[in-house]
């Protein structure tokens, strides 16, 4: 049975990734099928039990790093990360990118903000000319008012529709909707980053950008292509 194309990409990503990390390191996990590669990478190398602190930014990712032995860690207030690792959904040629399809962007974001090091692991069809072509835009936002909020986005992201869950509207980790949109093709991210933030109502979004410093992009060949800020 040949393995899937996919798979093949995200353990090459995840292998690149691990050469970055080291004994006795507190590191930020993110989530999606990447990052879970990284965690079975790190698990096959220290098979004794990883010499290696983490965070982990959802409760799937929590799950898989504590079978694989990984001391998990909270960020107190105490600790600074000394790398992140997290999956993208969309990147592009500046390393900014698009995250929260699996819903964990709020967490993602602060476990990277806690981070001295921010590195991506991906398949390289994420990479894409135009952030949003092909894919909403997520905004987490607070339940209470939620459709006033929905009306206040309208001038900046006019598409937005509440994601659903199996029973309702979807929740995230900490309790909030998730507004997915779409991204204008004529718009800056840089700009639409700097109004989501101003706005009430908005409590975070998936636009990451400033905060990569490279990417391994796995390819179905098994090759790794590096993306890197500023080249």
Same mark, same amino acid.
């Given at each position: 049975?040949?393995?899937?194309?996919?798979?093949?990409?995200?353990?090459?990503?995840?292998?690149?990734?691990?050469?970055?990390?080291?004994?006795?390191?507190?590191?930020?996990?993110?989530?999606?099928?990447?990052?879970?590669?990284?965690?079975?990478?790190?698990?096959?190398?220290?098979?004794?039990?990883?010499?290696?602190?983490?965070?982990?930014?959802?409760?799937?990712?929590?799950?898989?790093?504590?079978?694989?032995?990984?001391?998990?860690?909270?960020?107190?207030?105490?600790?600074?990360?000394?790398?992140?690792?997290?999956?993208a959904d969309q990147i592009d040629?500046?390393?900014?990118?698009?995250?929260? !399809?699996?819903?964990?962007? &709020?967490? =993602?974001?602060?476990?990277?903000?806690? *981070?001295?090091?921010? +590195?991506? /692991?991906? %398949?390289?069809?994420?990479?894409?000319?135009?952030?949003?072509?092909?894919?909403?835009?997520?905004?987490?936002?607070?339940?209470?008012?939620?459709?006033?909020?929905?009306?206040?986005?309208?001038?900046?992201?006019?598409?937005?529709?509440?994601?659903?869950?199996?029973?309702?509207?979807?929740?995230?980790?900490?309790?909030?909707?998730?507004?997915?949109?779409?991204?204008?093709?004529?718009?800056?991210?840089?700009?639409?980053?700097?109004?989501?933030?101003?706005?009430?109502?908005?409590?975070?979004? !998936?636009?990451?950008?400033? &905060?990569? =410093?490279?990417?391994?992009?796995?390819? *179905?060949?098994?090759? +790794?292509? /590096?993306? %890197?800020?500023?080249?």
């Open positions: 049975m040949h393995e899937d194309p996919k798979d093949v990409a995200r353990e090459a990503a995840a292998a690149a990734a691990l050469e970055l990390v080291e004994p006795d390191m507190a590191i930020g996990l993110g989530s999606g099928r990447a990052v879970w590669k990284v965690i079975g990478a790190i698990a096959e190398r220290w098979p004794d039990g990883p010499p290696i602190r983490a965070v982990a930014a959802s409760e799937r990712t929590h799950e898989l790093a504590l079978t694989a032995g990984l001391e998990l860690v909270e960020l107190d207030g105490s600790l600074e990360l000394d790398l992140a690792i997290d999956g040629a500046e390393l900014r990118l698009i995250k929260g !399809g699996g819903g964990a962007l &709020l967490r =993602e974001k602060i476990v990277v903000s806690a *981070a001295r090091r921010f +590195v991506v /692991v991906a %398949e390289d069809s994420k990479r894409v000319d135009r952030l949003g072509q092909g894919f909403r835009l997520p905004v987490e936002v607070a339940r209470f008012g939620w459709p006033d909020t929905r009306r206040r986005l309208a001038d900046l992201l006019p598409d937005a529709e509440l994601r659903a869950g199996d029973d309702g509207p979807y929740l995230t980790d900490e309790g909030h909707y998730i507004l997915d949109c779409v991204l204008p093709a004529d718009a800056d991210p840089d700009a639409v980053d700097l109004e989501l933030k101003r706005m009430p109502g908005v409590l975070e979004h !998936g636009l990451f950008i400033g &905060l990569a =410093e490279r990417a391994f992009l796995g390819r *179905a060949d098994g090759g +790794v292509d /590096v993306l %890197e800020r500023g080249t």
